[in-house]
Structure formats: C-alpha cells, structure tokens
C-alpha cells in the first residue's frame, strides 16, 4: 500500500483542497466499503482509499507526504465497524483506530531576555559577565514531580489515564463519536492529590540566578546573543528555554565606532602643524605615537593600523583613524604676534582670495573617515 500514490488513489490532483480530498473520499467510501460492496478486491480497494484519506487531511501529515514522506502513523487502515462509523471523521468523531493520548505535563519552558550595557573597550577585546535572571528553576523540593515528596500523581478515574473522554451518539447515519480533553485531569491522564507546598503544583518556581557569558569582540548595539538551555525551565521540570542577551554600547567621550574601525580627533597647535610633532594618543588598549608630519592640514586623517575592533567573526583588529583638527590661537601676547608678522611677511602670498564654498571640518572629517 506505501507504493500508491495517495492522490491517484483518491482521484484528486495535488493541488486539491481539503473540502475536494473530503468530498472525494466520501464518494469512494460509500462505493467500496464492505457493508456495500462486498468482495476481497473492493475491501482492499477501500483501505487502500482509507488510508491515503487519512494522510492527505491531516495538514501536518499532507506536507511531510509531499516531500516524500509517508505517513508516520503506519500504513494500517482505520478500522470502520460498520457504515455508520464512515461519518465520524466528516462529524469530529476521534475514536476508533486512533486512540487519544494524554498530555504530558513536562513541556518546554519559555525562552528570557536579558539587556546588557557593554563599554566600548568590552566591544573591543570581548568581555565575561555575571549576569542576574529572574526567571524560573526547577523546584528543589520536588524536583519536578509536581507532588508533595513521598507522593505521586494518581490515573484519573474519569478518563483512565486517556486524558480524553468520548460521547457515542446515534444518528441515522451511524453512531457519531466525539472526543474532548476530561474535564477533571485537563487531558494529562493523571491528577495530583496532594501538590507541592513550595511550587503549588507547578514543578517550579520564581528565582534569581547568576548566569556566566563570554561576549564575543566586535558585537554592537542591538545583536541578540543566544545561550540554548539557558532560559526557564519548563512546567513539571521540562526542558529549558533559551536565554537571549540583548547588547547596548554606551557612548565614548572619545571614541566613536565606524565598522572595524575606532575614529578619534586630534587638535594639533598651529606651530605643530608647521614643524610637524610626535603626538602620544591614549587608545582603549594603551598608549600608542602618532607622527604628524609638517605641513599637516585640518582634515587630514592619520591612521594606526591594528588598533581598532576585533570583528565578530575574525582575529584581524580594524585601525584607529585619527582626525586632525589644527587649532589656531585667538589670543597673541606682543612678542608671539611680533614673529607670526615677520614669518607673513617672509612668506606673503596673493592674499585671501574668493574661492568655492566647502564643507566645515566635521563633515570633511566624516567624508575622509569614510573614504570619500
């Protein structure tokens, strides 16, 4: 039976809607089942039918067939005990062949977000943080079990440990069957007598936790770091959730981050500029020179190789590129404003000149910085 196709079977293309796989099942099913048809090939004929019907309406298994697998249930047909009973999948009837499970009181507990405020430094080399959840852990006092200690939870005497209970009513099609959640163990199967006094049942409680993470260099504001089992745990002692941690970089009174690379802007005397000078500059990992040849102009932008970020996914630091800003002073005493006179007239050129528009210093340095 693996080898029909479920759709040939039916006579319905694979792009059919469930109301046509329903309505075309309906027709083969009053043809062939054996209270009207009787005969080997036309029971066989029907299982065959029944079968792939009860691939094709269930969405989850439909579209594991259509990528090539088969039904996960097992090849077995529904097992109709008379022609009544045909109607129970198109009137909610869940009985039959399939029989209803419990639920399972241990499910996945929910996933935590924690945000974290990182320096720029942190960003630069990586860093290891304790950081504080409030979330949930497992009970210690009954480990999950949900139960006081030297208790268990009890087969609920509805249900029978079903976690469902079915009603037969007959109609003139048949007898129609419904099942639904028991109203008195919620579905899981089981109730619990005598819950636990610390966790009211639940199989854990509200707690603080001290969480350890290694952040990685080169993160930045807004990325999401994921630590799997590292959330709350779940009802009844489930499986951990994740534990997301959400980054933000403060702001450096210095420093400002352009990809890999640290931006910073140095103001240099006008003598400085002239004569040139060795400048000493505190970066984020120590003292490192800078040469700032003579003749250097605003703008100008001089770059330590290595100094910058390591990337997220790398080992090769970015480099620090450094602005310059010639500072030109506003107050002279006479004997300053005496050299800076005879240095003009040494060098006196055209004199100030009309000459186009430009930009002011921080947007030339913003332009530099990014190569344009």
């Keep these: 039976m693996a080898d029909q196709d479920h759709y040939q079977v039916l006579g319905v293309s694979r792009e059919a809607t469930p109301e046509e796989i329903k309505k075309a099942y309906r027709r083969l099913a009053r043809e062939l089942h054996p209270d009207v048809n009787p005969g080997e090939e036309a029971a066989e004929r029907f299982k065959q039918v029944t079968h792939a019907y009860d691939v094709l309406s269930d969405p989850q298994q439909r579209e594991r067939y259509d990528m090539g697998g088969d039904n996960p249930f097992g090849g077995g047909a529904a097992g109709f005990g008379g022609f009544g009973d045909i109607f129970e999948t198109f009137f909610g009837g869940g009985g039959g062949a399939r029989a209803a499970r419990p639920r399972s009181r241990r499910e996945r507990g929910q996933d935590a977000l924690v945000r974290v405020t990182l320096q720029l430094a942190d960003v630069v080399f990586g860093v290891h943080r304790d950081l504080d959840v409030d979330t949930a852990v497992l009970c210690e006092t009954c480990e999950g079990s949900c139960c006081q200690p030297g208790t268990s939870p009890v087969t609920c005497d509805i249900c029978q440990g079903t976690g469902h209970v079915q009603r037969t009513v007959r109609s003139l099609l048949g007898n129609v069957v419904t099942s639904a959640p028991c109203g008195t163990c919620q579905g899981y199967g089981t109730t619990i007598p005598y819950p636990c006094a610390e966790c009211h049942g639940q199989g854990r409680v509200r707690s603080r936790r001290t969480v350890?993470?290694?952040?990685?260099?080169?993160?930045?504001?807004?990325?999401?770091?994921?630590?799997?089992?590292?959330?709350?745990?779940?009802?009844?002692?489930?499986?951990?959730?994740?534990?997301?941690?959400?980054?933000?970089?403060?702001?450096?009174?210095?420093?400002?981050?352009?990809?890999?690379?640290?931006?910073?802007?140095?103001?240099?005397?006008?003598?400085?500029?002239?004569?040139?000078?060795?400048?000493?500059?505190?970066?984020?990992?120590?003292?490192?020179?800078?040469?700032?040849?003579?003749?250097?102009?605003?703008?100008?932008?001089?770059?330590?190789?290595?100094?910058?970020?390591?990337?997220?996914?790398?080992?090769?630091?970015?480099?620090?590129?450094?602005?310059?800003?010639?500072?030109?002073?506003?107050?002279?005493?006479?004997?300053?404003?005496?050299?800076?006179?005879?240095?003009?007239?040494?060098?006196?050129?055209?004199?100030?000149q009309l000459a186009q528009f430009r930009q002011g210093l921080f947007a030339k340095l913003r332009d530099r910085f990014r190569g344009e």
């Design 212 to 352: 350890g993470v290694d952040i990685p260099a080169g993160v930045e504001t807004g990325l999401r770091l994921q630590m799997p089992g590292s959330g709350e745990v779940g009802p009844a002692g489930g499986p951990n959730g994740d534990l997301y941690i959400e980054v933000n970089v403060a702001s450096h009174e210095v420093f400002s981050r352009d990809g890999d690379d640290l931006l910073a802007t140095l103001e240099v005397s006008m003598p400085d500029a002239v004569l040139g000078t060795t400048a000493q500059i505190d970066a984020l990992d120590g003292k490192v020179e800078l040469e700032v040849r003579p003749g250097v102009q605003s703008g100008d932008v001089l770059t330590i190789k290595g100094r910058g970020v390591t990337p997220l996914r790398g080992s090769t630091r970015g480099d620090l590129r450094v602005g310059v800003h010639v500072v030109t002073p506003t107050k002279l005493d006479h004997k300053s404003r005496q050299l800076i006179e005879d240095f003009a007239r040494r060098n006196k050129g055209p004199g100030p």
